[in-house]
């Protein structure tokens, strides 16, 4: 896959790349070799774009991508990671389960630290557990509850690590389309991360952060295209989750009625919604994650081929299924 500049940066990005929050064990456990194996499946599907975050299973993410890529040329991938969330020592949770979905023991809690002592500190931790020596893009991870701290303090800090070449890149990353739009237009960002905000299903980033960051330059990593799993079969159902929990009956009724339409094109669900999340000009590249080789796979191809005709599009629209203006 050719790479793709992120912002004004020298940093690039393959336009699929790998999220690796299940390689935190979210949702269900997998062993070391499985994660390996899902990263070289990645490897050798052209994908050098490689997304984690110390939330991703406390650090465990972290841990498995850096030891998969250990032997992999540095210069021919790229890395982010995020701050914001310090891990912090609690040895008394080690009996317990993470209660932030990622199947790993309590023995660290998250704290939310967005000074420029956090981030500072937020990042030699995450350069430890991933083997490196720099990170490619940093992401401002969730600052929607503390948008001052992150504008006033992380942001700053990050700026600096830019200037002086220790970082390549730097990024803001929710699902909060609005707080992503105030950090494009005050601050000089260089991505956004939009993380289930412009999707098949839906697409409120669409009017304002899209365009906003084409004027701007800013490059729009688009994650959560599948709305947490509800989009990544071809006939979803009710035990599928949606933004992190059990699917609502009236948005499931409207993906089966895209469903419908999708059979009548002959194209699949996964299909239309990774051609979808990848057609906007804003979209340097779509970041999609996966516990097993066979869905890193399986993303690829379909990611490569051909997109369903501009009929299908066009039904969609008809039938109030997808907003008029959104490319495809």
Same mark, same amino acid.
């Given at each position: 896959? +050719?790479?793709?500049?992120?912002?004004? +940066?020298?940093?690039?990005? +393959?336009?699929?790349?790998?999220?690796?929050?299940?390689?935190?064990?979210?949702?269900?456990?997998?062993?070391?070799?499985?994660?390996?194996?899902?990263?070289?499946? &990645?490897?050798?599907?052209?994908?050098?774009?490689?997304?984690?975050?110390?939330?991703?299973?406390?650090?465990?993410?972290?841990?498995?991508?850096?030891? &998969?890529?250990?032997?992999?040329?540095?210069?021919?991938?790229?890395?982010?990671?995020?701050?914001?969330?310090?891990?912090?020592?609690?040895?008394?949770?080690?009996?317990?389960?993470?209660?932030?979905?990622?199947?790993?023991? &309590?023995?660290?809690?998250?704290?939310?630290?967005?000074?420029?002592?956090?981030?500072?500190?937020?990042?030699?931790?995450?350069?430890?557990?991933?083997?490196?020596?720099?990170?490619?893009?940093?992401?401002?991870?969730?600052?929607?509850?503390?948008?001052?701290? &992150?504008?006033?303090?992380?942001?700053?800090?990050?700026?600096?690590?830019?200037?002086?070449?220790?970082?390549?890149?730097?990024?803001?990353?929710t699902k909060h389309w609005q707080t992503l739009h105030r950090f494009v237009v005050e601050t000089d960002v260089d991505a956004v991360m939009v993380a289930g905000r412009y999707t098949l299903l839906e697409q409120p980033a669409l009017h304002t952060l899209l365009p906003e960051c084409q004027r701007r330059g800013v490059s729009v990593l688009n994650v959560g295209v599948f709305n947490s799993g509800l989009l990544a079969v071809p006939h979803p159902h009710a035990g599928l989750h949606y933004e992190y929990a059990h699917v609502p009956p009236p948005v499931l009724e409207r993906v089966q009625a895209i469903v419908a339409v999708c059979d009548r094109h002959d194209t699949t669900l996964p299909a239309a919604a990774l051609a979808f999340a990848a057609a906007h000009p804003a979209v340097a590249a779509v970041v999609v994650g996966a516990d097993h080789p066979d869905q890193v796979r399986r993303n690829a191809a379909l990611l490569a081929a051909p997109p369903p005709p501009e009929e299908f599009w066009s039904d969609l629209i008809a039938e109030g299924l997808l907003q008029g203006r959104a490319p495809f």
């Open positions: 896959m +050719s790479g793709v500049r992120i912002g004004r +940066s020298a940093v690039t990005v +393959s336009r699929l790349g790998l999220g690796c929050a299940q390689l935190g064990n979210l949702y269900a456990a997998i062993d070391d070799a499985e994660a390996d194996a899902t990263v070289a499946a &990645a490897w050798d599907c052209g994908i050098r774009y490689f997304d984690t975050a110390p939330h991703y299973g406390l650090g465990l993410s972290e841990r498995r991508l850096g030891a &998969a890529l250990r032997a992999r040329p540095r210069q021919a991938y790229t890395i982010s990671t995020k701050v914001g969330r310090l891990l912090v020592p609690d040895p008394a949770g080690a009996g317990r389960r993470d209660p932030e979905g990622f199947q790993v023991p &309590a023995d660290h809690r998250r704290v939310w630290d967005f000074s420029a002592d956090g981030v500072r500190r937020s990042l030699e931790t995450s350069l430890a557990r991933l083997g490196l020596d720099r990170i490619d893009l940093v992401l401002i991870h969730d600052p929607e509850d503390h948008q001052q701290a &992150a504008l006033e303090q992380a942001y700053p800090a990050l700026h600096e690590l830019r200037a002086q070449g220790t970082i390549g890149a730097i990024g803001v990353g």
